[in-house]
């Protein structure tokens, strides 16, 4: 940084610099050293002719800059609008270090500041452990081959593109500890899962470009679409609308049947590509709010039973504090995808329940927090495309848990998962369902 006293650069260096003579050699700085990135900051603006001297455009000998007057040349070269990028970099750099002295000046340093601050970089590394029967579609699933565990990182990349609109990207990875492989997202190294805008549109908020869609309750969908979502917000009441593409040969619901007549061949729901959705929430009071959503799928196609439309699916819910320090929430969602049967020949369930009742909450940033919850599904296979706890989709059964902060921007949760499958994926009919995890996140 420089001294808040004097700042003793001469006018005869400053000239020599800004006509590419000796530039290199002369030092402009009698109390900065040679290898200061202040000095090369000066020296480089001043051989690509940024800087020139006064704001007047004179030179005036040998006579010693003080900050202020260092500042008008600065202020001068904020104004050049055809700047290469590097030169800006350092003019950036040089309007902070003045920043005082142009603020006198009546140059607003601010919007520079805030433009030079407006690219935001946050994340999560997760560290989990799984056992159990951890996809409660897989059939025959036992404690001792499906254990697993990995680490996982994801990147959140937001811009700020003017004062009404933002971009925004999130990468994830994921290494799996057991295999000692890349596993996930079909696997590449990296996999780029959201990339939008998101900015006013009037009084309400526009999303444009792959972002997560998320249902009132998440029973539906929490999961990427590419498209559009339209906000709006209205007192106590809010919603969206949603038009988008959600990936190709998507199973419904995470589930694939075992055709009964030959278990070699398998038959599944898959997805068409657009989604549609609307949603609303309201909130009753301070503390209880309700929330419904309707979507439709186009061309859900039913292999080897003949069945290709359109599916409809409708999520009720709703959250309220019973008290200080407990909340519920419960949910229910159903589709009208139906006559399609199991690998036992049950129809396949095509609606769900899903609550939870919680003691406390955690907060990252609050150590020691923490909170206690257990919850209850019975959720059919068809009931939802890709719900937020999508590992118990198809399950029965009931799950307790708790969350802990042991230290600033760190959880540790664990929880365990007991039922049935709602349909088979078996010849053998349903099977048990047992879940442990474990995981640590670090938030940055």
Known sequence: MFNKSTLTITTSALVLMSTGV???ASNPFSDVPQDSWAYDAVATLAADGVIDGFPDGTYQGNKTM????????????????????????????????FAEELDNLGVRV??????????????????????????????KADWDKDSASHAHIEYWIKGKVNDNWTGVSQIETEYNMKSDSITAYGGDNLQVNKVYAEGNFGDSMLKIGRYGEFSSYGRIIDTEISGAEYTFEAGDLSGALTYGRLKDSRTLAGTTFENPKDTKETFGAYLGTEYSSARLKYNLSPVTAIGATYGRLNEVTVEDQGFKDSVNIWEAGFNTKLADNLTLMAAYSKSDLDGVTDSVGSEVVNDGWFSELRYKQ?????????????????????????????????????????????????TIEVFYTTGTQVNATSTEGRQDVDIFRAQMEFYF
């Open 22 to 24: 000796a530039g290199a």
């Open 66 to 97: 003080t900050r202020y007057e260092m500042a008008q040349i600065v202020a001068r070269a904020m104004a050049k609008e055809d700047l290469q990028k590097a030169d800006k970099a350092i003019v950036d750099k040089l309007a902070a270090e």
């Open 110 to 139: 601010a919007d520079l500041e805030k433009k030079s601050d407006n690219v935001k970089f946050t994340g999560t590394a997760r560290l989990r452990y799984d056992d159990g029967d951890i996809n409660a579609t897989n059939p």
């Open 362 to 410: 955690h907060n990252p940033s609050d150590v020691g927090s923490f909170a206690i919850f257990t919850n209850y599904r019975n959720v059919g296979a068809f009931s939802t495309i890709d719900a937020t706890v999508d590992y118990t989709e198809n399950v029965r059964g009931w799950t307790l848990g708790f969350d802990y902060v042991p230290m600033e921007n760190t």
